[in-house]
């Protein structure tokens, strides 16, 4: 019976091990200490999506010594792309890179961490060569770094200051005239920023940068879309569309962008409804449902929106209540075979909510991991959210075992029955 149990425990085990080790998940969020900033490390069930904390992890940066609920006032502070994790580190001017274990992403190794040339970064810009940082104190503008598996190479020909257009404090003080958040243009050609205005004195603006032959223009294009007060989160729609959230404007603000110059065309402005969508700050999208999923932190609301790609016009979907007054920060989406799930930081009770994106209009919570205490006193809440899956690839799943696996399989049978009957 014995021998039984722990030869069907055993391959069980193994069997687990090869389902795990081709197709598991993380979503990572940051504590923002003070004294040292970390990766908060959470597992993702490949079966419901749902999440267990892990660990976590020193960024060997730290956070802010402030106990505001969104100190950053930015999207993208954590940015995930393939195996690497991108963190800023606003109180030690840093931005780290971190590998993710290609078989369990809940193992991360922080690899490289450089100085970001100017105070207080706020958000990160990845793609397949490049991770751009946005500081958004009072030496603002941003650095971009080559990266690879031995760390980030800074780019000096890519260094530009913005304080001509935001004159701040560090750490800022906002969310009027503050940056937002750093990001590539769809095709690679252009680097956008979105900028905060001051309601009533000037209108929030994006600045366009164009990439041309591999060289960063010197100054960019500044265009306020339309009805623009205070541009936060900015995703990115097909190949020239941009969406912005305006927590100002209490709305979605929709452009067409062309890389090639920085110009921008049909710039629309949708409102919501502030009864039931205040402070509306962060934005995703979705492939598996098509539609966009707004964050409002001021009533703790998910706005889905479908857009209309060759007009920009923006349908408002469904509002969807977070539970219990949890708050509403920073969100992610991850995609798990045929479905994606939303997350939301849910500031106010430190956790963070899931939900199963089931299908258009058709969000349903789907359970709340509540992070541990923070370990320093002074921290303020968990900024940051990002997710990485590695999908299994069925020539992996299939894929019989080799000769040294058996070997092993065997040897660890063997030594587990002579273990036993002793
Ligand atoms: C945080 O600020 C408070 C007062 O503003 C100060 O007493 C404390 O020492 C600071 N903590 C750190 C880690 O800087
Ligand atoms: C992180 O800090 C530790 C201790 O100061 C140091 O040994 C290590 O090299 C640092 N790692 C990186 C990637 O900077
Ligand atoms: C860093 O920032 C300063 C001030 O914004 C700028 O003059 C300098 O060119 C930047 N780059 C480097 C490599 O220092
Ligand atoms: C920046 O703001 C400070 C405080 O409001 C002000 O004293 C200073 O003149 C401003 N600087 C610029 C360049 O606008
Ligand atoms: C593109 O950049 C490369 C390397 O800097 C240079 O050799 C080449 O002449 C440039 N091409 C054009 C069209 O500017
Ligand atoms: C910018 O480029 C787009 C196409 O990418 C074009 O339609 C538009 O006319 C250009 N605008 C300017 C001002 O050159
Ligand atoms: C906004 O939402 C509130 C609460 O659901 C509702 O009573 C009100 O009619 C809505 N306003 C509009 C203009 O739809
Ligand atoms: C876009 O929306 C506006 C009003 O919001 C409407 O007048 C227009 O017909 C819409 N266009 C399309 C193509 O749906
Ligand atoms: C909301 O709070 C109640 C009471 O504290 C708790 O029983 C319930 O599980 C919470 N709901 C969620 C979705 O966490
Ligand atoms: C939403 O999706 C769930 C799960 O697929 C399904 O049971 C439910 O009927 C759907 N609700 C609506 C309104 O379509």
């Known amino acids: 019976m014995e021998t039984f149990s722990c030869y069907y425990s055993l391959l069980l085990m193994l069997s687990v091990l090869i389902t795990d080790g081709n197709c598991q998940g993380a979503v990572y969020t940051m504590s923002m200490s003070p004294t040292m900033n970390q990766v908060i490390v959470s597992r993702v069930s490949i079966s419901t999506g749902q999440l267990m904390y892990v660990a976590s992890v020193s960024t060997n940066g730290t956070g802010v010594n402030v106990t505001a609920a969104d100190p950053l006032f930015s999207q993208g502070s954590i ?18 890179q971190f590998s993710i274990s290609p078989t369990d992403a809940t193992q991360i190794t922080l690899i490289s961490v450089q100085p970001t040339n100017g105070t207080y970064p706020i958000s990160v810009a990845v793609n397949s060569m490049y991770a751009c940082v946005l500081n958004g ?18 780019m000096a020909s890519y260094d530009r200051s913005l304080v001509l257009y935001v004159n701040q404090t560090t750490p800022p003080m906002g969310p009027p005239n503050t940056l937002s958040q750093i990001q590539f243009s769809a095709d690679n050609q252009a680097l956008i920023v ?5 309601p009533n004195v000037f209108s929030g603006y994006i600045l366009i940068y164009t990439i041309n032959n591999g060289s960063l223009s010197l100054n960019p294009k500044e265009t306020v879309p339309t009805g623009a007060v205070l541009p936060f989160s900015m995703t990115l729609v097909g190949q020239n569309g941009l969406l912005l959230t305006d927590p100002g404007a209490n709305g979605f603000l929709t452009l067409s962008y062309s890389s090639s110059n ?12 502030t009864s039931v969508a205040a402070a509306l700050c962060w934005s995703v999208y979705s492939s598996k449902t098509g539609n966009y999923y707004g964050i409002a932190a001021g009533t703790g609301t998910i706005v889905e929106i479908s857009i209309n790609p060759s007009t920009n ?8 209540m977070l539970p219990n007054q949890t708050g509403a920060l920073d969100t992610t989406i991850i995609t798990l075979g045929s479905t994606d799930y939303l997350y939301v930081i849910g500031t106010k009770a430190q956790v963070i909510i899931s939900y199963k994106l089931n299908g258009p209009g058709n969000a349903t919570l789907n359970g709340q991991l509540t992070l541990p205490a923070s370990p320093q006193v002074g921290s303020p809440l968990v900024q940051g959210l990002a997710g990485y899956v590695q999908m299994s690839h069925s020539s992996m799943i299939l894929r019989p075992m080799g000769i040294y696996q058996s070997l092993v399989l065997i040897f660890m049978i063997f030594f587990m029955q002579s273990f036993m009957f002793h």
Do not use: A, D, H, W
């Open 137 to 154: 104190g009072t030496l603002n503008g941003f650095r971009c770094f080559s990266y690879t598996s031995n760390g980030l190479t800074t």
């Open 194 to 198: 979105s900028v905060k205005g001051v």
């Open 313 to 320: 016009n923006v349908t408002i979907v469904q509002y969807y």
């Open 79 to 96: 940015m995930v792309y393939e195996n690497y994790l991108f963190v800023v580190n606003p109180g030690s001017n840093t931005l780290s």
């Open 262 to 273: 920085g110009s921008v065309m049909n710039s629309l402005f949708t409102p919501v409804n």
